[in-house]
């Protein structure tokens, strides 16, 4: 498995939170078009896990330059026939040949090519978020490099990768620039080609049903800790912990002379090497963090402190429970509370983030270009 070569490089002008900025022909699209060509998208190419383009999602027309070779090749044959000139007609019909060969290659660079999402890593809000792409190809024959070739990947009006060259296996990096908190939908990813030289594009909308949750932009801030037994202010002595013998915690290298007792026998048995168990308690009353007692400017600022304070208990291993409103995450503390608190900040009253082929016009008259 190997990852793909990517490049960023953009011609087109980009918005300040890196969105594209559409071209001025695709503002000049009445909406209502833009709409239908969605809708029939969404139906003729739904999501799905996986995905194989094939001829029906696949599309060929020429590129600029295609057409400028077309002007060329009707400019000869009107120049050959009109002065009976069969060397400017075969020039002509030789350049028409290559045309239609660069169709039926433009083809085969996407067809079989098969897409599968890979879990994505955690992204906080306002960050450019990766979202890793599994790209499968055909394999030449004593090969380890397939057929596919100059592939580009991009959410709409957002920035493109191009994988120049792929293996059988080839994990492409496509960026989501500056996401909102909450749950996230990228889209469908464009995939486009101009290979083998450059007189068609040929392109497909691959829709992998992906789903993310955007945690809130972590902002500095004092940890306001609040105990609901106790007016004791001294919120750092509780909620930590201490060696118990209640609660498990986790393992560790095994140290000798300890208790045969405390040995991980089942990690031993799978050729894990000698650990031992670690118990612990919470020490002193349990400790929330609490929405009504973060200040701050507005929602957003107060859901971003109460996202710093999270990572940084969890960074000390101190036990702590979570109260937003109604929503109660009890006290607890290891990597899997950290992401649960994570994920009940950023799913605080946020609705669901999408990406659609939009109407440019959106884009054209945001002040900073921000996705819908």
């Known amino acids: 498995m ?6 960023n490089k953009h011609s087109s002008a980009i918005y300040a939170n890196g969105a594209i900025k559409p071209s001025r022909l695709r503002r000049l699209i009445p909406a209502s078009l833009t709409q239908r060509w969605s809708r029939w998208i969404s139906k003729r ?6 995905i194989t383009l094939s001829h029906k999602g696949i599309f060929i027309l020429p590129s600029g330059f295609g057409l400028v070779w077309i002007g060329l090749i009707v400019l000869l044959y009107l120049f050959g026939t ?3 000139n069969n060397l400017v007609i075969g020039l002509s019909l030789l350049l028409a040949s290559v045309f239609h060969t660069c169709i039926i290659y433009s083809y085969k ?7 599968n999402a890979v879990t994505p890593p955690q ?7 990766p979202f890793p ?6 394999t030449r024959q004593n090969n380890p490099d397939t057929t596919h070739q100059q592939i580009c990947l991009q959410f709409s009006y957002q920035r493109h990768v191009r994988v120049k060259q792929m293996h059988e296996q080839t994990i492409a990096i496509v960026p989501f620039e500056q996401p909102k908190r909450g749950r996230l939908n990228p889209g469908r990813i464009k995939v486009s080609s101009y290979f083998p030289l450059g007189l068609c594009r040929a392109w497909s909308y691959v829709d992998l049903d992906i789903h993310h949750v955007i945690f809130a932009k972590p902002e500095m801030c004092d940890i306001e800790l609040a105990s609901h037994i106790s007016d004791n202010d001294n919120h750092y002595e509780h909620g930590k912990l201490r060696p118990g013998v209640d609660d498990y915690k986790g393992l560790r ?3 000798p002379g300890e208790s045969l007792k405390q040995v991980a026998w089942k990690q031993w048995a799978q050729d894990k090497g000698m650990l031992s168990k670690e118990f612990a308690e919470p020490e002193g009353l349990p400790v929330w963090l609490t929405l009504a007692n973060t200040s701050g400017n ?3 600022h107060r859901l971003s402190k109460l996202a710093w304070q999270v990572d940084k208990l969890s960074q000390t291993q101190q036990i702590f429970g979570l109260i937003l409103d109604d929503h109660i995450i009890n006290q607890q503390t290891g990597e899997a509370h950290r992401v649960a608190c994570h994920t009940a900040i950023a799913t605080y009253h946020a609705p669901t983030h999408m990406n659609p082929d939009f109407n440019p016009r959106n884009v054209a008259t945001s002040s900073v270009g921000e996705p819908s």
Do not use: C, R, V, W
């Open 2 to 7: 190997a990852k793909s070569t990517t490049a």
């Open 109 to 115: 660079n996407l067809a079989g090519l098969t897409f």
């Open 298 to 300: 507005n929602i957003e």
């Open 45 to 50: 190419l739904p999501p799905q896990k996986q």
């Open 123 to 129: 992204g906080y809000a306002e960050d450019s978020m």
């Open 253 to 255: 290298s095994y140290i």
């Open 82 to 84: 009109n002065y009976q």
């Open 133 to 138: 792409i599994m790209l499968t190809g055909h």
